[in-house]
Protein backbone atom coordinates (compact mmCIF):
# COMPACT_ATOMS: atom_id res chain seq x y z
CA UNK A 1 0.00 0.00 0.00
CA UNK A 2 1.19 3.54 -0.98
CA UNK A 3 1.71 5.89 1.44
CA UNK A 4 2.65 9.02 1.95
CA UNK A 5 3.33 11.14 5.17
CA UNK A 6 4.38 14.77 5.36
CA UNK A 7 5.00 17.11 8.51
CA UNK A 8 7.61 19.81 9.41
CA UNK A 9 4.37 22.21 8.93
CA UNK A 10 3.77 24.89 11.83
CA UNK A 11 3.19 29.13 11.66
CA UNK A 12 6.15 30.68 11.33
CA UNK A 13 6.38 34.42 11.04
CA UNK A 14 6.70 35.74 7.71
CA UNK A 15 10.70 36.11 6.05
CA UNK A 16 11.44 32.60 8.50
CA UNK A 17 11.91 29.25 7.57
CA UNK A 18 10.61 25.19 7.29
CA UNK A 19 11.59 22.34 6.53
CA UNK A 20 9.05 19.96 5.40
CA UNK A 21 9.55 16.24 4.97
CA UNK A 22 7.27 13.88 3.38
CA UNK A 23 8.45 9.58 3.87
CA UNK A 24 6.63 7.21 1.40
CA UNK A 25 6.45 3.47 1.86
CA UNK A 26 4.83 0.85 -0.75
CA UNK A 27 6.62 1.54 -4.18
CA UNK A 28 9.84 2.32 -5.53
CA UNK A 29 10.68 5.86 -4.41
CA UNK A 30 14.41 5.49 -5.89
CA UNK A 31 13.02 5.09 -9.10
CA UNK A 32 9.88 7.90 -8.76
CA UNK A 33 10.13 11.69 -9.53
CA UNK A 34 8.52 13.25 -6.71
CA UNK A 35 6.87 16.91 -6.26
CA UNK A 36 5.45 19.20 -4.05
CA UNK A 37 1.91 20.70 -4.59
CA UNK A 38 -0.04 23.15 -2.21
CA UNK A 39 -3.60 24.20 -1.49
CA UNK A 40 -3.76 27.54 -0.17
CA UNK A 41 -7.02 29.21 0.38
CA UNK A 42 -7.10 31.17 -2.92
CA UNK A 43 -5.70 28.69 -5.73
CA UNK A 44 -6.45 25.12 -6.53
CA UNK A 45 -3.71 22.73 -5.53
CA UNK A 46 -0.57 23.90 -7.61
CA UNK A 47 2.76 22.37 -8.41
CA UNK A 48 5.49 23.95 -6.35
CA UNK A 49 8.89 22.17 -7.19
CA UNK A 50 9.93 18.80 -8.61
CA UNK A 51 12.74 16.21 -8.37
CA UNK A 52 13.59 13.53 -10.93
CA UNK A 53 14.27 9.91 -9.26
CA UNK A 54 18.00 10.18 -9.01
CA UNK A 55 17.65 13.87 -7.29
CA UNK A 56 20.18 15.99 -9.87
CA UNK A 57 17.57 17.94 -11.45
CA UNK A 58 15.33 19.81 -9.80
CA UNK A 59 12.29 22.39 -10.92
CA UNK A 60 10.82 25.09 -8.71
CA UNK A 61 7.83 26.73 -9.79
CA UNK A 62 8.53 30.83 -10.21
CA UNK A 63 6.95 31.94 -7.02
CA UNK A 64 9.23 29.79 -5.03
CA UNK A 65 12.63 30.15 -7.11
CA UNK A 66 15.19 31.53 -4.67
CA UNK A 67 13.66 30.75 -1.97
CA UNK A 68 12.66 27.29 -1.81
CA UNK A 69 14.80 23.77 -2.33
CA UNK A 70 13.70 20.16 -2.83
CA UNK A 71 15.94 17.78 -2.27
CA UNK A 72 15.64 13.69 -1.62
CA UNK A 73 17.37 11.20 0.30
CA UNK A 74 16.44 7.59 -1.54
CA UNK A 75 18.22 5.81 1.07
CA UNK A 76 15.62 6.89 3.77
CA UNK A 77 12.61 7.13 1.16
CA UNK A 78 12.38 10.65 2.30
CA UNK A 79 11.45 14.38 0.03
CA UNK A 80 12.50 16.98 1.64
CA UNK A 81 11.38 20.96 0.92
CA UNK A 82 13.44 23.80 2.34
CA UNK A 83 11.62 27.30 2.32
CA UNK A 84 13.39 29.90 3.40
CA UNK A 85 11.98 33.63 3.77
CA UNK A 86 8.07 32.62 3.58
CA UNK A 87 5.33 35.51 2.81
CA UNK A 88 1.47 34.47 4.11
CA UNK A 89 0.83 34.24 0.44
CA UNK A 90 3.07 30.59 1.01
CA UNK A 91 0.14 29.79 3.48
CA UNK A 92 -1.28 26.44 2.67
CA UNK A 93 -1.63 23.24 2.86
CA UNK A 94 1.33 21.15 1.55
CA UNK A 95 1.25 18.21 0.00
CA UNK A 96 4.10 15.69 -1.57
CA UNK A 97 2.68 13.28 -4.51
CA UNK A 98 4.77 10.91 -6.54
CA UNK A 99 5.22 10.82 -10.35
CA UNK A 100 4.59 7.00 -10.76
CA UNK A 101 1.41 7.04 -8.41
CA UNK A 102 -0.09 10.39 -8.93
CA UNK A 103 -3.52 9.54 -7.57
CA UNK A 104 -2.28 8.72 -4.04
CA UNK A 105 -1.75 11.68 -1.67
CA UNK A 106 -1.20 11.79 1.75
CA UNK A 107 -2.81 14.36 4.88
CA UNK A 108 -0.52 17.07 3.94
CA UNK A 109 0.89 19.53 6.37
CA UNK A 110 -0.27 22.78 7.08
CA UNK A 111 1.77 25.89 6.71
CA UNK A 112 0.59 29.05 8.24
CA UNK A 113 2.91 32.58 7.64
CA UNK A 114 1.46 34.64 9.87
CA UNK A 115 2.88 37.84 12.16
Known amino acids: QVQLAESGGGLVQPAGSLRLSCVVSGFDFSGSAMRWFRQTPTKLRELVAS????????YVEDFARGRFTISRDNGKGTLYLQMNDLLPEDTGVYFC????????WGQGTQVTVSS
Open 51 to 58: INAGGDYT
Open 97 to 104: NAASRSSV
